[in-house]
């Protein structure tokens, strides 16, 4: 059942049910397939943050459609030390919740689920959150994300604790 809830939340994410406009076409195809930003790169403006021994960069949260209540927004963390991290959770002012998410094509079909466990950072190690694979998703949000503003959000790491990083909010479709 929380699967079952995490999935609608993810596809409300990826298929923001709205009248017929430009951003609609952009980024979806027929029959529910994704056309997401696979292997594109943070846009300009991205954020980066050092914490102890971790890096955070090409941290970036993408704008929403009027109406939409779900964000999504993507980093990269660099492990530098020797002890292993990991990213427990996340929180932000502007959003009811923030969850980690994981997303990976099965076949033709983009598969979604919330990642009950935090997100391991090995020693010497990047991990990448970013379109198509993890990433961060903002329920709830009060406003949505537009161009040009930040998104204050709060890491919540196992060893480098609680870091604190703005989010520039890139266009609808970074190309
Ligand atoms: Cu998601």
Redesign the pocket.
């Known amino acids: 059942m929380k699967r079952f809830l995490a999935l609608v939340v993810?596809t409300a994410?990826a298929l923001p049910v709205l009248p017929e406009g430009p951003a609609f076409s952009q980024g979806m195809a027929a029959g529910g397939k994704m056309n997401m930003d696979m292997g594109g790169s943070a846009p300009t403006g991205s954020a980066e943050v050092t914490a102890g021994t971790l890096v955070i960069s090409k941290a970036y949260a993408k704008a929403m459609l009027p109406g939409q209540p779900v964000g999504g927004a993507y980093l990269t963390i660099t492990n530098n030390g020797k002890a292993d991290d990991e990213l427990m959770s996340v929180s932000s002012p502007v959003a009811g919740a923030v969850e980690l998410?994981e997303?990976a094509m099965q076949g033709e079909v983009m598969k979604?689920r919330k990642l009950d466990k935090g997100i391991a950072i090995p020693a010497g190690k990047s991990v990448e959150l970013s379109p198509g694979g993890l990433?961060m998703?903002f329920t709830k949000v009060k406003q949505p994300f537009k161009q040009g503003e930040t998104v204050a959000v709060t890491l919540t790491f196992a060893k480098a604790g609680n870091v604190e990083i703005a989010l520039p909010v890139s266009g609808l479709s970074p190309k």
Do not use: A, T
Request: hydrophobic share 55%; charged share 0%.
């Open positions: 993810c994410f998410h997303m979604m990433h998703m």
